[in-house]
């Protein structure tokens, strides 16, 4: 069991064994057989889910997901990690739809971290749904069907005739009804359904999905409860602080260790060796104190000698100098080319452009922790984590490799995340933790970051530039585009995460000339995925271009793209079939022109605006998520810039939680406009934006007003914590054009004398 303090409060797993244990207790309710099945890999079910096609599943189990207790409490078990997104009260909602249970009956809860009945378990891509839609409605559907055949072998009647609704079970004929509750017992003890038998309910039938519900950890996060890993409180834990290189590669050669030990609280200070890895553990000096005071103090005291011969010497200065000395050629490596591109610039109207989007960090609300206690045991030394990660599988098999021990003696507690955003699909800060209690001896530590350590340590959105040239024909028809992409990479092979062009980047496979060429850049500092990641800078380079391209042709803008849209689309043997039609990678034309027309339709576009505001337009496929944006913008002598209402319409499938979608697309928008300011850049290695200070996120007063609407489509649903973020700022940027003539080229605008 958890050795967490009083655990009254504590919306934590418990772990397998004891789950294991609750769920076969006799007369202890419903509590369906967990059978089990072989793991499967986080990667596997991403890349089936991105590719549009269906994920492998997990076992069949619903009572993996589903408890019903003889007094009616109905306990559903959320599989993946919350980050404020809302997927736990989104699984909790297709669970009950499933069951027919009655939403004030319901406690939803965070499932024990096991791969072999849940498979994977993350947070990231906005695959939740797309990856558990099925599992989780043939679990509900599957203990509702067990229910039904309990009470119809109580009745002696047709299973058939039985209906269900708010938790209970109805025979209509003989005027018979059941509480779940009433049910527990008896339906325990039915065989397991057959899970392609189960009937599960179209999307008139719901009653629950598509209507607004507050989050189930709602209040208690507005009282303060203890959910999240900052929270943590273990019998004898001490706090960690962890010194690392400010340039990535850097190595602790040696240290004031016996003056920072004499320090008051101080426990234990030592160089850690580290594996050399920036997602396992770097070279650095742990501090252990009796709190975080004590930690943080000492840490400031701390004088480090590094070894830094083999350390990052990556500059932005020089980047930049790098990327404009090649924009006027093409890239070193042909993505693709479609058509006589160079002879369809020299026949058309051409426009030339290059584009440059900074460095961002994550800054996450609840900077990196984790509390991992190393156990050593004549019998066999063991790991205990508790951690807020949006990859909790991977961070228990990291922190095994490091501290070397096999997984199976590695227990993984999942809590709520303060922010993620793709910072915490990285487990850095887990197998630090691991690899500091095991060196101090064995005693439980929580290892904290301070926000210096957490936005010069990150995993940051890459850089870069992009090199466009486009043509249109004398009618103002698009007819050509050239995109050379100038991105960043770790190994000299492949693009750093969310650096790399797509060859099927919009509009490639809708023009006649197409061409897409790539540099990449040597970067040693390390990147990683941010909100909606490679789609949050390439929506602003592309579909800013797009409007340059709308007005060269003096063309609608929403006009222009929907002609594009309604190209012919060429076939690509290279590009496996999409949801959208072959060589579409997902991206349906159809689709994307119904969120166009009904964003122009909502936002009033093109109607006469108060004197100097203007719309800007902008749309972007990403994440299986079809979105258009109308941005309503002023701008003041001072170049300040107001964004008065946002118009953001979606497609995504059926709506889980419309309070939960409508808060989503709300966050991207509220990110994204922060992040028009914002840039990290590097100079010799070394981060030089380290807090707030320098990094000026946007306040309450960026607000604009938010209408946001849906297509529900009966596709599949698709995830929603990262599609509405990519339109945000071309959107804006395009109004800001619209406004005063100035074409803003450079992420953050800061660099082009605009200010938030």
């Not at 409060?9 to 509590?31: C, E, M, Q, Y």
């Not at 492998?56 to 009616?72: K, L, S, T, W």
């Not at 914002?678 to 981060?687: A, D, P, Q, S």
């Amino acid at each position: 069991m958890s050795t967490v303090l009083d655990t009254s409060n504590v919306d934590l797993p418990i772990d397998r064994r004891s789950f294991l244990k609750l769920a076969g207790t006799v007369g202890g309710g419903l509590v369906l057989g967990l059978f089990g099945g072989l793991p499967f890999a986080d990667a596997q079910q991403a890349t089936a889910a991105r590719a549009g096609g269906p994920p492998p599943a997990p076992p069949f189990a619903p009572g993996a997901y589903v408890r019903i207790a003889p007094d009616g409490r109905i306990t559903l078990l959320s599989k993946n990690p919350e980050i404020g997104q809302g997927i736990k009260t989104a699984f909790g909602l297709i669970l009950a739809e499933e069951l027919d249970a009655k939403w004030t009956d319901v406690t939803v809860d965070q499932s024990p971290i096991d791969a072999k009945t849940y498979g994977a378990q993350f947070a990231g891509g906005s695959l939740s749904i797309p990856m558990n839609w099925n599992v989780l409605r043939q679990a509900g559907a599957g203990a509702r069907a067990m229910l039904v055949a309990a009470a119809a072998k109580e009745w002696g009647v047709p299973a058939g005739e039985i209906t269900t609704s708010d938790s209970v079970v109805t025979h209509a004929a003989s005027n018979r009804s059941l509480g779940y509750g009433e049910l527990a017992d008896r339906a325990a003890r039915m065989p397991l359904p057959d899970p392609t038998q189960l009937q599960l309910k179209s999307r008139a039938n719901y009653k629950l999905l598509g209507r607004r519900f507050n989050g189930v950890d709602n209040a208690r996060i507005v009282t303060g409860q203890p959910l999240f890993g900052i929270d943590i409180q273990v019998p004898g834990m001490l706090v960690a602080a962890f010194e690392k290189c400010p340039a990535t590669g850097g190595k602790a050669v040696s240290a004031n260790l016996d003056e920072i030990k004499a320090l008051p609280g101080v426990k234990d200070a030592f160089i850690v060796q580290g594996t050399g890895k920036p997602t396992e553990v770097m070279s650095g000096v742990a501090i252990v104190a009796r709190n975080t005071w004590s930690a943080f103090a000492a840490k400031r005291q701390l004088k480090v000698t590094w070894d830094e011969s083999s350390a990052s010497k990556d500059s932005w200065s020089q980047f930049v100098t790098k990327a404009k000395s090649l924009s006027a050629q093409q890239g070193a490596v042909t993505l693709k080319t479609v058509g006589d591109v160079d002879k369809a610039f020299a026949a058309g109207r051409s426009v030339a452009a290059f584009y440059t989007f900074g460095f961002v960090t994550h800054a996450t609300l609840e900077p990196q922790n984790c509390t991992a206690w190393y156990k050593k045991d004549p019998g066999g030394d063991s790991l205990e984590i508790w951690a807020p990660s949006q990859t909790p599988g991977s961070g228990l098999a990291i922190a095994a490799g490091v501290v070397g021990l096999p997984p199976d003696k590695v227990t993984m507690h999942q809590t709520r995340i303060g922010g993620g955003f793709g910072r915490r699909l990285m487990n850095d800060y887990v197998a630090e933790a691991a690899q500091i209690s095991k060196q101090a001896g064995g005693v439980p530590i929580k290892l904290m970051y301070t926000r210096e350590d957490d936005m010069t340590h990150d995993f940051y959105r890459v850089g870069g530039f992009n090199s466009l040239q486009g043509a249109v024909d004398a009618q103002g028809k698009l007819i050509a585009w050239s995109s050379h992409s100038m991105t960043f990479t770790g190994d000299g092979k492949v693009p750093v995460g969310g650096g790399g062009l797509s060859p099927n980047e919009f509009p490639a496979q809708y023009l006649p000339h197409y061409r897409a060429t790539q540099t990449l850049l040597p970067l040693a500092i390390p990147c990683g995925p941010m909100r909606a990641p490679g789609s949050n800078t390439m929506a602003f380079v592309m579909q800013s271009f797009m409007h340059e391209m709308a007005v060269a042709a003096k063309r609608d803008h929403a006009e222009f793209m929907l002609e594009v849209m309604a190209n012919p689309r060429l076939q690509d043997p290279e590009t496996p079939p999409g949801p959208g039609g072959p060589g579409m990678g997902g991206l349906n034309p159809d689709r994307a022109a119904q969120v166009i027309r009904m964003v122009v339709e909502k936002s009033g576009w093109g109607r006469r605006l108060p004197a100097g505001r203007a719309h800007g337009l902008a749309f972007y496929f990403s994440h299986q998520g079809h979105f258009a944006e109308v941005a309503e913008v002023s701008v003041d002598r001072r170049k300040k810039i107001t964004v008065h209402r946002m118009t953001i319409v979606g497609d995504i499938g059926p709506i889980v939680n419309l309070s939960g979608a409508e808060a989503q697309c709300q966050g991207c928008m509220v990110d994204a406009i922060s992040t028009l300011g914002l840039e990290v850049t590097m100079e010799n290695g070394r981060i030089q934006q380290k807090n707030f200070d320098h990094y000026p996120i946007g306040r309450m007063p960026i607000t604009p007003q938010v209408d946001v609407h849906f297509v529900e489509s009966d596709y599949p649903p698709t995830g929603l914590g990262e599609p509405a973020l990519p339109p945000v700022a071309p959107a804006i940027c395009n109004a800001i054009f619209t406004l005063t003539g100035h074409r803003i080229r450079t992420l953050p605008i800061t660099r082009e004398g605009f200010t938030i």
